[in-house]
Each structure stands twice: as structure tokens, then as C-alpha cells.
């Protein structure tokens, strides 16, 4: 049975789960009924943190531009134009004995693709969700639903996995930027052009 998590809340996803390895992220929306005048094209991202809350270097900033960071240890599996459809929209891959020594933290977000130019926002975003789930026997761990609490948010970090003392857990964020991916981008310390 997986854990259920709120808002803020922490849990340890390799204590009851000796020899975890492999795992997938996976992220989740549904988009609502109103007429934006276009499609809407939600994008799954991870940035790969050190201990100071930045990305050491551009690469490690995984995204549909940029499907593995250099160690491997984190493979986003495709962009997912539509979101249409049950279940996982994008699912992010990692190997948690491959993370670079260095990477103390792995945070995932979701943006909306050209949100400003088509007039959206997570407020026209429904049933957002992410989840973790061992990917050598598919139990899912734990899952997070972000709820309904964005408005003109264009961008949203749904959660973090992160190390402490030898474990790996699970952060609950679901905090909204304006901005889109510039905004994290500049919040996570990526060079953009």
C-alpha cells in the first residue's frame, strides 16, 4: 500500500525497502474543460541539486531537451505533447546508486509549455500527481496529489528526493512560480539563452 503524502511532508522511500535501486517518477495531470485556445503541453523536469540548493552545471538539468544527466543516474523516458490519457503523463527514471556523490538533492517540477503565450496556468490544471514506484516490481511507494491550490501559477515543483544519512526520502513541496521554466531555472541556478 502506498504512503499517501501531504503537503510539507517527509518519508524515507529505501528504509523499509532494502536494496531499492531502481526507481521511476512519475508525474500526472489532467487539464480542465475551458477553451484557452490552444492545446496545453505540460513538461516534466529534474534538476540535480548540490548542497547549495544549485545545479553544479547545466547538464545536470533534466528536461525533453535534455533526456540524462552525464552519470546516467537520471533518464527522463519522452515529452508528452497531450497528457491525454490514465496515469503517469511523464515518467522520470533514476538509479539511486548511480547518483554522483556530489547531488545531495533531485527536485522535480512541472511547467507549462509556452504558458504565456497561450494564456495558461496550473489554475486550468486538475489532478496533478506524483508518484514513486519500484521499477524491479512496479509496487508504488508513495504518491503525492498536489490538490487545487494554484491560480496563475505557471510552473509548479511537485516534490524532492533527497539524501540524509545514507537514506533516500521524499519531500511533498507543490509550491507554484510565475515564470515558467525561466523562473526555476533561475531558482535552481540553470544557465539559460
Not at 547545466?58 to 505533447?81: K, M, R, T, Y
Not at 490514465?86 to 507549462?112: H, M, R, Y
Amino acid at each position: 500500500m502506498p504512503v499517501s503524502l501531504q503537503k510539507g511532508q517527509k518519508v524515507s522511500i529505501t528504509k523499509g525497502n532494502p536494496g531499492l535501486n531502481n526507481v521511476v517518477i512519475g508525474l500526472g495531470w489532467d487539464v480542465n474543460q475551458f477553451d484557452t485556445g490552444g492545446a496545453f503541453d505540460l513538461d516534466a523536469t529534474a534538476f540535480l541539486l548540490t548542497d547549495s540548493g544549485k545545479v553544479s552545471r547545466s547538464e545536470d538539468f533534466v528536461f525533453f531537451g535534455n533526456l540524462s544527466d552525464p552519470s546516467g543516474a537520471v533518464q527522463h523516458l519522452g515529452d508528452n505533447l497531450t497528457g491525454a490519457g490514465d496515469g503517469d503523463d511523464e515518467q522520470i527514471k533514476i538509479c539511486l546508486s548511480q547518483v554522483p556523490a556530489n547531488i545531495t538533492k533531485i527536485a522535480f517540477a512541472v511547467t507549462i509549455y509556452d504558458a504565456e503565450v497561450r494564456r495558461q496556468n496550473f489554475g486550468q490544471v486538475n489532478n496533478a500527481f506524483i508518484r514513486i514506484y519500484n521499477e524491479d516490481n512496479g509496487e508504488e511507494l508513495l504518491r503525492y496529489d498536489l490538490g487545487e491550490d494554484f491560480s496563475i501559477e505557471t510552473a509548479a515543483v511537485f516534490g524532492e528526493l533527497y539524501k540524509n544519512n545514507g537514506e533516500w526520502k521524499f519531500n511533498a513541496i507543490g509550491s507554484g512560480y510565475q515564470g515558467g521554466l525561466a523562473a526555476l531555472c533561475a531558482n535552481y541556478g540553470v544557465e539559460v539563452e
